[in-house]
């Protein structure tokens, strides 16, 4: 049974609860809705289309805040994966019942991102429909996070240190913003999800792994097919509030 009438423009998110969050060193509660509450208020003041897919909202809080704009998918969280793996899960199995409904979409990260306008009808956004959007950090690839960050990737496949040397002066590539037409998108998230099965499953290690394969990814098998940076996204925690002329603001 679908969830409800599918748009042709989404933005969609995932909250998973419940488990302990390496970014956070905390474990988050499961049933706060404040946690999501700036994003999904910037998606109905922009009357757009808004996915909030989760594992432990409660019913009443499902049935308080969704509305003709905020729509909320329970799934069951796998836990051979961090949770900012995971979701990409939920998204790809989303688009492979809904991608022939939907022409474009964004998947943004909830607690620290808005949308402070619609990317859907930007002209830069219109007039590119074979290339994928997001965000980046006023960084490179080669800074001591994104290292750590990479070890069990490096460990996995055998061309990421070769990938990583020669991205090493490009801009960090962040994946808590990414969009574009739904075919883009689409193909993305299934590269993505492969690469995290067969590379990042169990990972050991005190960091995700999402970051990486990202940037791997998008650096490795999408050059010339995307675009980062302003307007897509603010500059990554600057806290600019007030900044209207992105299509995001993150953190």
Known sequence: MRPFLVSKQLVMACHITGVYDVN???????????????????????????????NNFSEQTCAKYQNEHIHFIKIAYLTSFNPNVYRYFAYRDFLRAYAQE????????????????NPFIHPLFVGNPNLLFCGDEPKTLNNEWMKAHAEHLRSQITDYEAYENEFKDSSLLNCGIMGGNIYMVQEFIE?????????????????????????????????????????????????????????????
């Open 24 to 54: 956070r060193s905390n474990t988050l509660p499961n049933d706060d809705y404040s946690l999501v509450r700036e994003w999904a208020e910037s998606v109905i003041a922009l009357q757009l289309q808004g996915i909030i897919f989760h």
């Open 102 to 117: 939907i022409e474009s979409v964004f998947v943004t990260d909830i607690s620290d991102v808005a949308v402070t306008t």
């Open 191 to 251: 590269k993505l999800c492969l690469i995290h099965q067969q590379y990042n499953l169990d990972n050991p290690t005190a960091y995700t792994g999402d970051m990486g394969a990202f940037n791997y990814l998008i650096r490795r098998q999408f050059g010339g097919r995307f675009l980062h940076g302003a307007p897509i996204n603010t500059e990554f925690k600057a806290y600019q509030s007030e900044r209207t002329d992105c299509w995001f603001r993150h953190k």
